[in-house]
């Protein structure tokens, strides 16, 4: 019993430090709504052991947020011991830093796709999706707009061309997300508020791509070649191309919302259009591949699968259909 019902006390946890967070007035309880956050969501990553490097796992972030936690404590105990305006753009900036840290943002983000490697498909929702919520509203409250322009810049177009090389399903979702984090604070450094509505957007996409992965028990892109259920896997492609941006779909409409607020600025309009289609690129690869190459022609191998049933295929087309309303929107 107890087993049973210690998931759902960090799920608790997990959901009240984040509420926490986003209706706090002082610096005090949003700080203290971050370590109640990592500290429970770190007995998550090690309770459906489906993976081997957990444990692992859940080291490195343990590490990587407690020193981005600690450079965050430092600079606000001394943006209040000695405030003078020289010191505070610079602790504006540690400060900065330490929540891109923890946001996964590069070129501080190569502990996102390695924890990414060790987590199941469950854990690696909730560190794609709601783990990003505590702290993007707590950068959105304070932050250097050129120093976060340059690092979303930076982030758009490395986790578009880190993605091109992998093969790990969870690798390619983990690159996906930092190129996707760099539109949201571009958004984020115009001053506008839509990057709320490019996240809710995200947060929908990586749930479907997730649960599907999830449903199906597919990590590696070599297993996709040897799926059977044509229609099953149209449905995932289709949601893998939501999440690069392809027209018309819903992932496309969170792109229009970043065309709306950087319309101004054609050089970085210019870079984030240049990253988006990186990112496609390499989707649309998995797909036209998978679908081309025969089962014959492909590499021999073991792949297991787990038993598709009528409630999962019902699930993942509703979702799938849901994701679809943008087209539906333009031919009427």
Same mark, same amino acid.
């Given at each position: 019993?107890? +087993?049973?019902?210690?998931? !759902?006390?960090?799920?608790?946890?997990?959901?009240?430090?984040?509420?926490?967070?986003?209706? &706090?007035?002082?610096?005090?309880?949003?700080?203290?709504? *971050? =370590?109640?956050?990592?500290?429970?969501?770190?007995?998550?990553?090690? $309770?459906?052991? =489906?993976?081997?490097?957990?444990?692992?796992?859940?080291?490195?972030?343990?590490?990587?947020?407690?020193?981005?936690? &600690?450079?965050?404590?430092?600079?606000?105990?001394?943006?209040? *011991?000695?405030?003078?305006?020289?010191?505070?753009?610079?602790?504006?900036?540690?400060?900065?830093? #330490?929540?891109?840290?923890?946001?996964?943002?590069?070129?501080?983000?190569?502990? $996102?796709?390695?924890?990414? =490697?060790?987590?199941?498909?469950?854990?690696?929702?909730?560190? @794609?999706?709601?783990?990003?919520?505590?702290?993007?509203?707590?950068?959105?409250?304070?932050?250097?707009?050129?120093?976060?322009?340059?690092?979303?810049?930076?982030?758009?177009?490395?986790?578009?061309?880190?993605?091109?090389?992998?093969?790990?399903?969870?690798?390619?979702?983990? $690159?996906?997300?930092?190129?996707?984090?760099?539109?949201?604070?571009?958004? @984020?450094?115009?001053?506008?508020?839509?990057?709320?509505?490019?996240?809710?957007?995200?947060?929908?996409?990586?749930?479907?791509?997730?649960?599907?992965?999830?449903?199906?028990?597919?990590?590696?892109?070599?297993?996709?070649?040897?799926?059977?259920?044509?229609? /099953?896997?149209?449905?995932? !492609?289709?949601?893998?191309?939501?999440?690069?941006?392809?027209?018309? *779909?819903?992932?496309?409409? #969170?792109?229009?919302?970043?065309?709306?607020?950087?319309?101004?600025?054609?050089?970085?309009?210019?870079?984030?259009?240049?990253?988006?289609?990186?990112? *496609?690129?390499?989707?649309?690869?998995?797909?036209?591949?998978?679908?081309?190459?025969?089962?014959?022609?492909?590499?021999?191998?073991?792949?297991? !699968?787990?038993?598709?049933?009528? /409630?999962?295929?019902?699930?993942?087309?509703?979702?799938?259909? /849901?994701?679809?309303?943008?087209?539906? +929107?333009? /031919?009427?």
């Amino acid at each position: 019993m107890n +087993i049973l019902l210690s998931p !759902f006390i960090y799920v608790f946890f997990l959901t009240s430090s984040t509420l926490m967070v986003i209706s &706090s007035s002082s610096f005090f309880s949003i700080w203290l709504g *971050l =370590e109640l956050n990592i500290l429970s969501f770190i007995p998550m990553m090690n $309770f459906p052991s =489906e993976t081997k490097k957990a444990g692992e796992a859940s080291i490195k972030y343990f590490l990587i947020q407690s020193i981005a936690s &600690s450079i965050i404590l430092f600079s606000a105990i001394w943006f209040f *011991l000695y405030n003078s305006s020289a010191l505070m753009s610079f602790l504006n900036l540690m400060m900065t830093t #330490a929540l891109c840290t923890k946001l996964g943002l590069a070129p501080f983000h190569a502990w $996102f796709p390695e924890v990414m =490697e060790g987590l199941s498909w469950i854990n690696s929702l909730i560190l @794609m999706t709601w783990q990003k919520i505590s702290p993007m509203v707590t950068l959105s409250l304070f932050y250097n707009s050129t120093f976060i322009l340059m690092l979303a810049l930076t982030s758009a177009l490395v986790g578009a061309i880190s993605g091109l090389n992998q093969t790990s399903l969870r690798k390619i979702l983990a $690159f996906s997300s930092v190129s996707h984090m760099g539109w949201m604070l571009t958004m @984020m450094s115009f001053n506008s508020s839509l990057w709320i509505n490019y996240l809710l957007i995200y947060f929908f996409l990586s749930f479907i791509s997730c649960i599907s992965f999830w449903f199906f028990n597919l990590n590696f892109l070599s297993q996709l070649f040897f799926f059977k259920d044509s229609s /099953v896997k149209t449905l995932v !492609f289709l949601n893998l191309l939501s999440m690069g941006g392809m027209p018309p *779909l819903l992932g496309f409409l #969170a792109k229009m919302y970043g065309f709306l607020v950087i319309s101004k600025s054609l050089p970085v309009l210019m870079v984030l259009i240049f990253s988006s289609l990186i990112t *496609l690129f390499f989707y649309t690869r998995i797909c036209l591949s998978c679908f081309t190459l025969s089962q014959e022609n492909s590499i021999s191998t073991k792949v297991s !699968f787990k038993k598709s049933n009528m /409630v999962a295929n019902s699930l993942l087309m509703i979702l799938s259909v /849901v994701g679809l309303v943008p087209i539906c +929107i333009l /031919v009427y």
